[in-house]
Each structure stands twice: as C-alpha cells, then as structure tokens.
C-alpha cells in the first residue's frame, strides 16, 4: 500500500534539500539550512494514596523549540534587519527595539524534487533570539561564510490546504 494518495507509484519519501522561506510576503534567499521543527509536552505525574506504586501522567505544557536558518553571506540584508528590531545597538535611548513589528509570521515550505510544493508549515509570533552576522574566520579554510539567525516562536502547525500535487512524467519524444 503506498503512502501517497495521489502519486500511487512513488515509493520513496520526499528529500530534505528542497526548501524555501517566506515573510513579509516574499521568499528569503540564499536560505542553506532550517532546523528541526519540534516541540514536547511537558508530562505531569500524580499519584492518589490508594493508588498503586506507579504514578499516573497527563500532559503538561507544550514548548516549541527554537528554529535556526542558515545561509551564505550576500548583500541581502533581510537575516540583519529582522535582528536589529530586536536590538539595534546604538540606535538611542528607548528605541532599540522596535516592538510594534519585531515579531513575524513566517512560512517554511518543503518541495519534491520536482520543485512542486508539497508540504507547508505556518509559524507563529517569531522573533530573533539569536544572530550570527558572522563565521569564525580562517586564512587557511575554505568554506563559506555562513550567517544564521535563531526564532523563538509561539507554534507551528501544517498548512493542510497543501495537498500532494500530481508529479510530473516525462516521456520520450
């Protein structure tokens, strides 16, 4: 039985490299590297004085964790501006944080490798916890230069009018 309902001769899940990031409306660029969507529930144990020698567990609060995005260094400001409405450092007395927009909602979406959307998330109430603007520097490296930037949130949850859409075959002319 396969897991997909529409492509019902696809057997391999989807791959992890295709991917984009969306706020204000527009896709960011140059994004290499999202963390982990997770979240855990807090367990909350009781126990009554008759009951047996085990406890009984309920859930407790619910944490989402934060999500890093990681991307090359270019001239697309757009990682730096959302950290400095946070903390702009030197901006003056009582306007280093820009608290009427330094929280954003952002979308993660997931693509087959055909490029088609596949699946979406909506993140909630995101702000920069943490900025890198960047990497440590070596004469003697050969890599990237990577900035990243951390987002708190408030939750996430599935964008389900995302459906699997009908991937693309090709035929011999």
Known sequence: MSSFTVNTHRFDPYKNFKFRVKWDGRYIAGINKISALKRSTE???????????TSRKSPGRTKFEAITLERGITHDHEFERWANKVWNFGSGLGTEVSLNDFRKDIIIEMLNEAGQLVIAFKVYRCWVSDYQALPELNANGAHEAIETITLENEGWERDYDVTEPQEPSFTEP
Do not use: C, L, S, W
């Open 43 to 53: 367990i909350v144990e009781r126990r009554q004085g008759a009951d047996p020698n």
